[in-house]
């Protein structure tokens, strides 16, 4: 699977991003898909991750502001950010597994597959 991120830009506090991540390869349905975020100088965190029967996850800085949804059919998993803040500022990245046990959702180790990242500024 490879994966392209896209969507990033600057964005004022409060507004809104849809990040978009296309992938190519086969069977994208049945990966589990992730949206990881770094800002400078700090470690690639966790944002949200959706499995292969729709389940999702949020880190807790950023649940009931941002969505992961997917679309097989398009080979598509997108990133709807509401009500973003400065402290969203970073680059974004999406990241794909296969199969793996739940526990292996939230680092970045457990991923075999990512696209480039998208950076997304918000300013204050």
């Known amino acids: 699977v490879q994966l392209q991120a896209s969507g990033g830009g600057l964005v004022q506090a409060g507004g809104s991003l849809r990040l978009s991540c296309a992938a190519s390869?086969?069977?994208?349905?049945?990966?589990?898909m992730a949206w990881f975020r770094q800002a400078p100088g700090k470690e690639r965190e966790f944002v949200a991750v959706i499995t292969s029967t729709g389940s999702s996850t949020y880190a807790d800085s950023v649940k009931g502001r941002f969505t992961i949804s997917r679309d097989n059919a398009k080979r598509r998993v997108y990133l709807q950010m509401n009500s973003l803040k400065p402290g969203d500022t970073a680059v974004y990245y999406c990241?794909?597994?296969?199969?793996?046990?739940?526990?292996?959702?939230?680092?970045?180790?457990?991923?075999?597959?990512w696209g480039q990242g998208t950076l997304v500024t918000v300013s204050s």
């Open positions: 990241a794909g597994q296969y199969s793996g046990p739940p526990d292996s959702y939230y680092a970045p180790s457990g991923y075999g597959y």
């Open positions: 390869g086969h069977s994208f349905s049945s990966y589990s």
